[in-house]
């Protein structure tokens, strides 16, 4: 078991990433070119710029930078999926460092990354440490920019069938319903000292086939990494069944394009982090949990953002 089980859910089963690395690499979709081409026009990034990309997984966000001409350090305390990443890269000839590490400890020096960046693994991290460790590697003036790419379940379509089954199997799961739009990043940001933040939004719809959705499903939190090989066999056999049923033909489900960044305007005096300890094995659970008890005290506050109306946020 890879060191990504040290993550929980809200039942608190061990979270894997590693089982689940040939589904992410054969079915989960990378962030559209259009949000690297967006990146490229607001000056978020720029070619040789120096990144080091947060829970990496395998490399979506890390390659499509290095294909744009950054240079690329991806770090993920996943070592399948770091593997993957390294077979992606060489075969599309990129040139990017894949490491072994956790975002709120990456053991990299002081001041050595113009951009520290994140995608679609936020919600994972210790929000303070995360946040001071960014700091800290970010020379003055860096960014730091989260990244988000979520399926929208829209009442009836596919992507919320496909929700009612997995609470179906298993229950509780907390993130059904997301709408991809994620305040608490911003405002992860805003506490964290960083300035001139800014954030945009938009949808996108991505194709799939029956088999390519429920391989994408397999590699959701929720499913793969979760449950028992059993459970997940059981539950893919009744998605298809599903799809089948209802769903005939291809498949075009819309997603969420979110992101956010900011700006450290100057060096404030830090300590070093470089060679801390690691976190406590508690840390990501309790993380997780108030993660989500802040995500629904946000629900009451944050009714409408981009002009989109939040289900859940």
């Known amino acids: 078991m890879s060191e990504g089980a040290a993550f929980r859910d809200h039942e608190g089963r061990p979270i894997d990433f590693g089982r689940t690395a040939a589904d992410y690499k054969k079915y989960r979709p990378g962030f559209p070119e259009s949000l690297f081409d967006r990146l490229l026009q607001s000056g978020w ?12 997984g395998t490399g979506s966000l890390a390659l499509g930078f290095a294909a744009r001409g950054l240079e690329v350090t991806g770090l993920d305390i996943s070592l399948e999926l770091l593997e993957v990443a390294r077979q992606v890269a060489a075969d599309r000839a990129l040139s990017a460092r894949f ?6 400890v990456t053991g990299q020096d002081d001041a050595s990354f113009d951009l520290v960046s994140a995608g679609q693994c936020w919600w994972w991290f210790d929000t303070d440490a995360a946040i001071r460790e960014a700091r ?6 860096g960014r730091l920019l989260i990244c988000n790419f979520s399926y929208l379940p829209m009442p009836g379509n596919v992507a919320s069938r496909t929700e009612d089954l997995i609470l179906k199997h298993n229950p509780g799961w907390p993130k059904a319903g997301w709408r991809g739009v994620h305040p608490e990043q911003v405002q992860a940001l805003d506490q964290g000292g960083f300035q001139g933040v800014e954030s945009f939004s938009y949808v996108t719809g991505v194709p799939f ?12 939190n929720g499913v793969g990494s979760a449950l028992s090989v059993d459970q997940v066999e059981r539950f893919d056999a009744e998605l ?28 404030t005096p830090t300590v070093s982090n470089r060679n801390a300890t690691e976190p406590n094995p508690a840390a990501p659970l309790q993380t997780y949990q108030a993660f989500m ?6 629900r009451g506050v944050c009714r409408v953002l981009g002009g989109v109306r939040a289900r859940r946020i």
């Open 209 to 220: 086939s029956h088999e390519s959705w429920r391989g994408r499903i397999r590699t959701c």
């Open 99 to 104: 490491i072994e590490g956790r975002a709120e």
């Open 45 to 56: 990034i720029a070619a040789g710029q120096r990144v080091l990309d947060l829970g990496t």
């Open 240 to 267: 298809a069944e599903l799809l089948a049923r209802e769903f005939p033909g291809e498949l075009l489900v819309p997603h969420r394009v979110f992101a956010t960044s900011g700006i450290i305007p100057s060096r």
């Open 293 to 298: 008890r802040e995500r629904a005290v946000s």
């Open 136 to 141: 800290r590697i970010l020379v003055p003036g």
